[in-house]
């Protein structure tokens, strides 16, 4: 038996013995299943649950394997349909997951050659080095380093600082990641692989701030995007647009977290991370300016606009007061959160972020009542999740209105707001749910894909990536947007048409709405995988 029955939707990558495993099988022919190890005959039944999906009109009947639990792969088999589905039961399942996708940070890395032992066939030469024109005026600043945000060359503030918290998140909740060897010139070093390739783009966000003012300009781009070529190819003249409070607000929350991180291998770096998020934090004051960003004239990279910037400041008064302890901080955090409590783990809404650092904080004292409420709004909004995850078949945390530009990152950050539940509360529902979305993430979801390129039997092979278009391979362990149904480019127009929300991915270089990557969805991935794993 060779084929694959894409009836089947689960998770391509493997289940955990030890937790819930449910798979759904799309308009059977048959409700008579077998599972099957080694050519063995394991268990059989007659499927009989089911529901039809709200959205796609699908009749979709529940496997739940969750009794297996001995490692081994089996195949499920529908009697009197073709092909099989590859079901992995396995201790530590997303370790190489894990790892790919965090090396996916090493070779977006712009500004240094990465070599051929280092990168393989996504090897590249040394990329945008060249000193960068602000905007308007004659001046040129240098801005090397950094990650490449994105399936294109631009680097942007507000995307890598959320990158970054993610990422130091993740590193704080799971030891494992600590000891993971990225194979990154700094592997060598005493200071966890990590921790490297994080300083890596610090050391770029640092450079985007104006030394004299402290305001920290948005982004470094060229003025419009280019093909698909390697990095080095890109020519044009790259030009760094002006402040704006979105980035200084999320710069200066990323490099307060950031202190206590390299502290222990680095006093001059956190002596630095410290000065520059304070001079930050401070720029705020003097910053009236229409919220949100704008394009400056002739400039059509990515905006990352965001119109609202209370929750930027939110984040950033928390974060500075649980790195320093000063009472101004506090201040200016509860006056907020007094008012109302805020969400968000993506790179528009950020209010999560300041959450957790509020509800962490112990040197330095907090209110207990308001700590209270934030615990009571964060549950509420677990709860809000769970309402959607309850009529969906496919167990992921959307409703129609969900299925937008980047909604597996979505998705991903939905876990984590579970997780957080989960850890308040120690319900164990919770847990399961955040599961849930990951599940949703690696192959059970209504397009039947692994959504994270190289994984899985089905899953995306033509990103919308320009490295990957110029080496004519996906490069592995970058997490797509998913579901659009917007059809917010031409391919989704071509291709997705009346199709119902949830199956409005196409798997095509030229659906960026679809089938682009970025560093905060994969970041978001790797945040989730750390609570999980």
């Given at each position: 038996m060779s084929t694959i029955n894409k009836k089947i939707r689960g998770n391509q990558v493997g289940y955990e013995p030890e937790f819930e495993k449910t798979l759904i099988i799309k308009d059977p022919t048959s409700l008579r299943y077998q599972l099957k190890k080694d050519e063995q005959l394991i268990e059989q039944g007659i499927l009989s649950k089911f529901s039809i999906h709200p959205l796609t009109r699908e009749k979709d009947f529940i496997c739940d394997l969750t009794h297996v639990k001995e490692e081994g792969v089996y195949q499920l088999i529908l009697e009197g349909m073709e092909g099989y589905f590859p079901f992995v039961v396995k201790k530590n399942c997303y370790e190489e997951l894990l790892i790919k996708s965090l090396r996916f940070f090493y070779l977006q890395?712009?500004?240094?050659?990465?070599?051929?032992?280092?990168?393989?066939?996504?090897?590249?030469?040394?990329?945008?080095?060249?000193?960068?024109?602000?905007?308007?005026?004659?001046?040129?600043?240098?801005?090397?380093?950094?990650?490449?945000?994105?399936?294109?060359?631009?680097?942007?503030?507000?995307?890598?600082?959320?990158?970054?918290?993610?990422?130091?998140?993740a590193f704080e909740e799971t030891q494992k990641i600590s000891a993971i060897n990225l194979r990154i010139p700094e592997s060598k070093l005493q200071i966890p692989d990590l921790l490297s390739e994080v300083r890596y783009e610090l050391e770029w966000m640092l450079s985007m701030q104006n030394q004299t003012n402290g305001q920290v300009y948005h982004k470094v781009t060229c003025a419009s995007f280019c093909g698909f070529i390697m990095p080095e190819e890109e020519q044009e003249e790259l030009v760094v647009t002006e402040p704006s409070i979105t980035a200084t607000a999320t710069f200066a929350a990323t490099t307060a977290m950031a202190v206590?991180?390299?502290?222990?291998?680095?006093?001059?770096?956190?002596?630095?991370?410290?000065?520059?998020?304070?001079?930050?934090?401070?720029?705020?004051?003097?910053?009236?300016?229409?919220?949100?960003?704008k394009n400056p004239e002739g400039v059509v990279t990515g905006e990352y606009g965001d119109g609202k910037d209370i929750?930027?400041?939110y984040w950033a008064a928390v974060a500075l007061y649980k790195a320093f302890g000063e009472s101004q901080y506090r201040e200016d955090f509860e006056t907020l959160a007094k008012k109302e409590v805020l969400h968000g783990y993506g790179w528009e809404e950020v209010?999560?972020?300041?959450?957790?650092?509020?509800?962490?904080t112990e040197k330095f004292p907090v209110d207990e009542n308001l700590r209270e409420e934030i615990q009571k709004q964060m549950i509420k909004k677990a709860d809000e999740l769970e309402e959607k995850i309850a009529i969906e078949p496919y167990g992921v945390s959307f409703s129609e209105n969900d299925y937008i530009w980047g909604s597996n990152m979505y998705a991903a950050e939905n876990g984590n707001h579970l997780f957080d539940a989960y850890r308040i509360t120690k319900n164990v529902k919770y847990l399961n749910y955040a599961r849930s979305q990951l599940h949703y993430l690696l192959g059970k979801n209504p397009c039947g894909y692994c959504y994270i390129t190289g994984f899985g039997f089905l899953s995306p092979k033509y990103p919308h990536h320009r490295p990957s278009s110029a080496v004519k391979k996906a490069m592995e362990g970058m997490l797509v947007g998913g579901p659009d149904r917007g059809l917010n480019d031409p391919a989704a127009v071509e291709f997705l048409k009346d199709q119902a929300a949830p199956c409005c991915y196409v798997d095509d270089e030229g659906s960026y709405s679809t089938n682009e990557v970025t560093i905060y969805w994969n970041s978001a991935l790797v945040y989730l995988l750390s609570v999980l794993i």
């Amino acid at each position: 038996m060779s084929t694959i029955n894409k009836k089947i939707r689960g998770n391509q990558v493997g289940y955990e013995p030890e937790f819930e495993k449910t798979l759904i099988i799309k308009d059977p022919t048959s409700l008579r299943y077998q599972l099957k190890k080694d050519e063995q005959l394991i268990e059989q039944g007659i499927l009989s649950k089911f529901s039809i999906h709200p959205l796609t009109r699908e009749k979709d009947f529940i496997c739940d394997l969750t009794h297996v639990k001995e490692e081994g792969v089996y195949q499920l088999i529908l009697e009197g349909m073709e092909g099989y589905f590859p079901f992995v039961v396995k201790k530590n399942c997303y370790e190489e997951l894990l790892i790919k996708s965090l090396r996916f940070f090493y070779l977006q890395r712009c500004g240094e050659s990465i070599p051929v032992e280092c990168a393989d066939e996504f090897q590249h030469r040394s990329c945008h080095d060249q000193p960068a024109r602000i905007y308007g005026t004659n001046q040129r600043i240098s801005v090397n380093g950094g990650w490449h945000d994105a399936g294109d060359y631009g680097r942007y503030i507000v995307a890598a600082a959320v990158t970054v918290a993610d990422l130091l998140l993740a590193f704080e909740e799971t030891q494992k990641i600590s000891a993971i060897n990225l194979r990154i010139p700094e592997s060598k070093l005493q200071i966890p692989d990590l921790l490297s390739e994080v300083r890596y783009e610090l050391e770029w966000m640092l450079s985007m701030q104006n030394q004299t003012n402290g305001q920290v300009y948005h982004k470094v781009t060229c003025a419009s995007f280019c093909g698909f070529i390697m990095p080095e190819e890109e020519q044009e003249e790259l030009v760094v647009t002006e402040p704006s409070i979105t980035a200084t607000a999320t710069f200066a929350a990323t490099t307060a977290m950031a202190v206590v991180f390299y502290e222990p291998f680095d006093e001059t770096f956190s002596q630095r991370l410290k000065q520059a998020s304070k001079a930050s934090y401070d720029a705020l004051k003097d910053m009236h300016m229409p919220e949100g960003f704008k394009n400056p004239e002739g400039v059509v990279t990515g905006e990352y606009g965001d119109g609202k910037d209370i929750d930027e400041k939110y984040w950033a008064a928390v974060a500075l007061y649980k790195a320093f302890g000063e009472s101004q901080y506090r201040e200016d955090f509860e006056t907020l959160a007094k008012k109302e409590v805020l969400h968000g783990y993506g790179w528009e809404e950020v209010g999560s972020f300041g959450n957790q650092a509020y509800l962490t904080t112990e040197k330095f004292p907090v209110d207990e009542n308001l700590r209270e409420e934030i615990q009571k709004q964060m549950i509420k909004k677990a709860d809000e999740l769970e309402e959607k995850i309850a009529i969906e078949p496919y167990g992921v945390s959307f409703s129609e209105n969900d299925y937008i530009w980047g909604s597996n990152m979505y998705a991903a950050e939905n876990g984590n707001h579970l997780f957080d539940a989960y850890r308040i509360t120690k319900n164990v529902k919770y847990l399961n749910y955040a599961r849930s979305q990951l599940h949703y993430l690696l192959g059970k979801n209504p397009c039947g894909y692994c959504y994270i390129t190289g994984f899985g039997f089905l899953s995306p092979k033509y990103p919308h990536h320009r490295p990957s278009s110029a080496v004519k391979k996906a490069m592995e362990g970058m997490l797509v947007g998913g579901p659009d149904r917007g059809l917010n480019d031409p391919a989704a127009v071509e291709f997705l048409k009346d199709q119902a929300a949830p199956c409005c991915y196409v798997d095509d270089e030229g659906s960026y709405s679809t089938n682009e990557v970025t560093i905060y969805w994969n970041s978001a991935l790797v945040y989730l995988l750390s609570v999980l794993i």
